[in-house]
């Protein structure tokens, strides 16, 4: 499935020691929902590190993302990801929710 207008983003601060893992819970998840997306990696001063989806940090919705480089303690997981992106693509304008 393609991700149409979808927009996932990884950002981290250079040598962020859990960068890797977090690509392959971004890869491992856009796979489980069969979604073709590129990924945008920005490396820079972020919380790191941090995904987003449609520009929205997946771990604090409704925040926004400081340019503070640090290390996050709040790691992104797979339920708040797989939330997201669910969210992003499904044509019901609540999301799924009830």
């Known amino acids: 499935m ?5 927009r996932v983003e990884l950002l981290t601060t250079p040598g962020c020691t859990n ?4 690509r392959a819970l ?3 998840c856009l796979a489980r929902l069969g979604l073709d997306v590129a990924v ?3 490396v ?12 929205v940090d997946v771990m604090t919705p ?4 400081t340019l503070t480089p640090a290390c996050r303690l709040d790691l992104p997981t797979a339920p708040r990801l ?9 044509p019901d304008p609540d999301g799924g929710r009830q």
Request: glycine content about 16%.
């Open 2 to 6: 393609s991700g149409g207008s979808l």
């Open 19 to 22: 960068a890797d893992g977090a």
């Open 26 to 28: 971004v890869d491992a």
């Open 40 to 42: 945008v990696e920005r």
């Open 44 to 55: 820079g001063d972020y919380p790191s590190p941090t995904v987003l989806v449609n520009g």
């Open 62 to 65: 409704g925040r926004e993302v």
């Open 82 to 90: 797989l939330r997201a992106l669910h969210i992003a693509v499904s």
